[in-house]
């Protein structure tokens, strides 16, 4: 997946979601939708390019809400087995 394709997705999303009159809704609801709708790899790739500034096309309300629930959306990674 390239991440251009990511940011631009994510950006419409942003867009949709920029209509909520309460931000923090907006934003819940970027992240959820990313959440929801996004396989593991693809919110794997954008968490990581965010944090090596590989995303500057990307709106500020999807950058903020991405860093606000980065926890939430950045999958899960299986205990290793002893």
């Known amino acids: 997946m390239d991440i251009d394709n990511l940011v631009r997705m994510a950006n419409q999303i942003g867009t949709f979601f920029s209509a909520y009159p309460d931000p923090e809704e907006a934003k819940a609801s970027i992240a959820n939708h ?4 996004w ?3 693809m919110r794997s790739l954008m ?6 500034g590989q995303t500057p096309e990307l709106m500020p ?3 903020e809400a991405l860093t606000l629930h980065a926890a939430t959306l950045r999958p899960k990674t299986p205990a290793s087995s002893a």
């Open 34 to 37: 990313i959440q929801k709708f």
């Open 39 to 41: 396989e593991p790899r």
């Open 47 to 52: 968490l990581d390019c965010m944090a090596n």
């Open 61 to 63: 309300l999807v950058h």
